[in-house]
C-alpha cells in the first residue's frame, strides 16, 4: 500500500516526494495537468532551500543551471542609475528549471509523477486516506499531503478556512519573453517618477525574460490584461529603449496581492503544505522557499509517523512547526513589500530593499 498520496507537482509536492522516497516511504505523486509546465514563476532559491536541496542530491545540478550572483540594474526616468547586487545568497533560477530538477530526481527513485489526475475528493477513517481522482478512480494511502497550490482543492475538501485578505485589483502583470539585444548581465529595473515601472529578470540557461510590471488601465482605469502589446507598451513607456521588441511570450500572467494562511495544517492523516497552506506578497522571494522548508518539516513527521513506533502526538509536530513560522512570513513579506513600494520612488532603488 502507498504510504504517503501527493496532490500536486509543484515545488512543494515535487521536493516532499524526494524527501519521503529517499527515506524509502512509498509514495504517489498525483497531478492535475497533462504534463509540466515551462513557467519562470518562483524564480530564487534561498541559502536554506539549497541546503535542503543538498541533502536531496540536487544541489549541484541547480547550482550548475542558475545564477548566484545577479546584479540589478537601476534605472530611473529611462536614466541607467547604479547597478547593486541583488542582495541575498541565493541561486536565480526559474521555478520550471527547479521543478525539472526535482522531477528527474524522482525518476531515479523510481517515482513518477502521475498527470491528468486531479484530486477532486477525500475521505479518512482509522486506517487511510482514500482519494478520488476527476475520472472516477480511488487512490488509498495511509496519509495524504494537499500540496496543490493557493487555490487548494485539499484544503476545500477539509473545509480548512483560508484566512486573510486578498486585494480587489490586480497589481501585476506577468511573463516570459524574449528581448533580443537586451543585455543578459542584469535584472533591468525600470521606474518612473509617476510611480510605474517594468522589471525584465534573465533567466538562466535560456533566451527568456521574466517580465513584472503593474498593469496597463483602460480609460475606466481598470487593469488590462497581460498581452505582448501591453508588455511593450509597458516596455516603451517606462525603460525608454526604441529597437528593442519583446518577442516569443511563453507565459502570461497576472497577479493579485492575497495574504492568507490556512486556520489549520492537518486535518486527521491529511496535511496541508506550500501554497496550498499560506499564500503573500512576492516581496523577498519567500513563496517557493517557504514550501521546500514545509516540506522537509512535513516529511519528518511522516517518516516519524510511518516508520514508527511513533511517539504519542507526532502528527501534531507538523503543524506546531510550521504554522508560526506561515503567520510570520505573512507579516514579514507585507513589511517587505512596503519598503519595496517605498524605495522604488527613489533613483537606483529596486526590489533589493526586500531581500532583508
Ligand atoms: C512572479 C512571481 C515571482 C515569485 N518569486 C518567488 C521567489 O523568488 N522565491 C520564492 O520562493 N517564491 C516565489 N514565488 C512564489 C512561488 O511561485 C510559489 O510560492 C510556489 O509555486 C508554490 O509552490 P507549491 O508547490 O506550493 O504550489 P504550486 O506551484 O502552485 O503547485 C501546485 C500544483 O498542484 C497542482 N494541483 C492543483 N490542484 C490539484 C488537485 N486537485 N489535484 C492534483 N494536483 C493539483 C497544480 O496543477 C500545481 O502543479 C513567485 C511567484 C510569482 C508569481
Redesign the pocket.
Not at 41 to 44: A, L, S
Given at each position: 500500500m502507498t504510504d504517503v498520496l501527493i496532490?500536486?507537482?509543484?515545488?512543494?509536492?515535487l521536493a516532499l516526494a524526494c524527501e519521503l522516497a529517499l527515506r524509502g516511504i512509498a509514495v504517489r505523486i498525483?497531478?492535475?495537468?497533462s504534463g509540466p509546465h515551462r513557467e519562470s514563476?518562483?524564480?530564487?532559491l534561498?541559502a536554506s532551500s539549497l541546503e535542503a536541496f543538498a541533502r536531496l542530491g540536487v544541489a549541484e545540478r541547480l547550482c550548475a543551471i542558475g545564477n548566484p550572483g545577479v546584479i540589478l540594474r537601476k534605472y530611473f526616468d529611462g536614466a541607467h542609475i547604479n547597478d547593486t547586487p541583488a542582495g541575498s545568497n541565493g541561486l536565480l533560477i526559474g521555478?520550471w528549471q527547479v521543478e525539472e530538477v526535482l522531477r528527474e530526481r524522482l525518476a531515479g527513485l523510481g517515482v513518477p509523477i502521475e498527470y491528468g489526475?486531479?484530486?477532486?475528493g477525500i475521505t479518512q477513517d482509522a486506517g487511510g486516506v482514500t482519494a478520488r481522482l476527476a475520472d472516477g478512480r480511488s487512490v488509498r494511502a495511509g496519509y495524504a499531503a494537499g500540496?496543490?497550490?493557493?487555490?487548494?482543492?485539499?484544503r476545500e475538501l477539509l473545509g480548512i478556512p483560508f484566512e486573510g485578505r486578498t486585494e480587489e485589483k490586480v497589481s501585476m502583470v506577468?511573463g516570459d519573453v524574449t528581448a533580443p539585444g537586451l543585455s543578459r548581465d542584469h535584472w533591468h529595473q525600470w521606474f518612473t517618477s509617476d510611480g510605474g515601472g517594468i522589471l525584465l529578470c534573465p533567466i538562466p540557461g535560456t533566451d527568456i525574460f521574466?517580465l513584472?510590471a503593474p498593469p496597463e488601465a483602460d480609460e475606466r482605469g481598470e487593469p488590462l490584461p497581460p498581452s505582448l502589446e501591453s508588455f511593450q507598451r509597458l516596455f516603451d513607456r517606462h525603460a525608454r529603449m526604441p529597437g528593442i521588441r519583446l518577442a516569443d511570450p511563453t507565459w502570461l500572467?497576472s497577479?493579485q496581492i492575497n495574504v492568507r494562511m490556512a486556520a489549520r495544517m492537518r486535518e486527521g492523516r491529511v496535511f496541508l503544505?506550500?501554497?496550498?497552506a499560506h499564500v503573500h506578497p512576492?516581496a523577498g522571494?519567500?513563496?517557493?522557499?517557504?514550501?521546500i522548508q514545509d516540506a522537509a518539516a512535513l516529511a519528518r513527521t511522516l517518516a516519524a509517523a510511518v516508520t514508527g513506533p511513533a511517539p504519542e502526538g507526532v502528527l501534531d509536530v507538523y503543524e506546531a512547526e510550521r504554522l508560526p513560522v506561515a503567520a510570520e512570513v505573512l507579516a514579514d513579506t507585507s513589511r517587505r513589500m512596503e519598503r519595496v513600494m517605498a524605495a522604488v520612488r527613489e533613483p537606483g532603488r529596486g526590489t533589493e530593499a526586500g531581500m532583508s
Open positions: 496532490a500536486g507537482s509543484g515545488p512543494t509536492g498525483l497531478e492535475r495537468r514563476r518562483g524564480k530564487g534561498d521555478q489526475a486531479g484530486v477532486v500540496c496543490d497550490g493557493g487555490h487548494s482543492s485539499i506577468l521574466q513584472q500572467s497577479w503544505a506550500g501554497d496550498a512576492i522571494g519567500l513563496g517557493m522557499n517557504t514550501g
